[in-house]
Structure formats: structure tokens, C-alpha cells
């Protein structure tokens, strides 16, 4: 049974860092990509970052400069560290992890929501 855990959420100043953590105790795949994603109120869910098994990561153009993706496999443990944080940042934030390999090109970097079998519950962040 697979679990997304995010934590590290909360109320930050603008300005301010925040570092989001996704523990996956039961995710056992050896080729994967897992990422982050976020929703504001009546807004669409959008990608922000991924990272797959041979560490290469995707950022969406607008939050490049200022998030990082990180993953520990010993702990299974996917990061998000977030910098010069936005009032518009203010969102519930989700880990999201795919069911085993997918095609980085077509799949993991896209950041596309649908790609993703494995969600987390969130974590609220507001800025």
C-alpha cells in the first residue's frame, strides 16, 4: 500500500523559506518519478517540480529560481525547498509520485497532474 506524507507546511512571511517533505514508506519502485504540486483556491491544480529516479528534475518556468526538488532514497523521502516566498504562493501543497517508470519526456517533465497515480493529502502553505 502506497502513502504520500507531506509535511512542513504552514504560515510563513514574504520573504521567507519553507522546506515541504513527502515521506513514502511503501513506494517501492526502482525507476520513478515523483514530484510536487499545488492548488489554490479556485484555481487549477499546477506542477512545480519533478525529479525521477536518475535525478533529473523539471521545474515550471515561473518558480525555477526560487524552488528546489530533492529526493533521499535511504529514507525515502522526497523535498521541496521553497525560497522568497509570494503571498502568491499560497496554496495547499501535494507530493505526487507515478506508479513506476514513465517516459521523462512525455510524461514526468510535462508536470501534468494526470501522470501521477500517487497523491498525498497536502499540506497548507500561506505566505
Known amino acids: 500500500h502506497v502513502q504520500l506524507v507531506e509535511s512542513g507546511g504552514g504560515s510563513v512571511q514574504a520573504g521567507g523559506s519553507q522546506r515541504l517533505s513527502c515521506a513514502a514508506p511503501?513506494?517501492?519502485?526502482?525507476?520513478?518519478?515523483m514530484g510536487w504540486f499545488r492548488q489554490a483556491p479556485g484555481k487549477a491544480r499546477e506542477g512545480i517540480a519533478v525529479?525521477?529516479?536518475?535525478?533529473?528534475?523539471a521545474y515550471a518556468e515561473s518558480m525555477k529560481d526560487r524552488f528546489t526538488i530533492s529526493v533521499d532514497n535511504a529514507k525515502n523521502t522526497v523535498y521541496l525547498q521553497m525560497n522568497s516566498l509570494k503571498p502568491e504562493d499560497t496554496a495547499m501543497y501535494y507530493c505526487?509520485?507515478?506508479?513506476?517508470?514513465?517516459?521523462?519526456?512525455?510524461?514526468?517533465?510535462?508536470?501534468?497532474?494526470?501522470?501521477?497515480?500517487?497523491w498525498g493529502q497536502g499540506t497548507q502553505v500561506t505566505v
Open positions: 525529479i525521477d529516479s536518475d535525478g533529473d528534475t
Open positions: 505526487a509520485a507515478t506508479a513506476g517508470a514513465v517516459l521523462w519526456g512525455t510524461y514526468c517533465s510535462t508536470l501534468r497532474p494526470s501522470s501521477f497515480g500517487y
Open positions: 511503501g513506494y517501492r519502485y526502482d525507476t520513478y518519478c
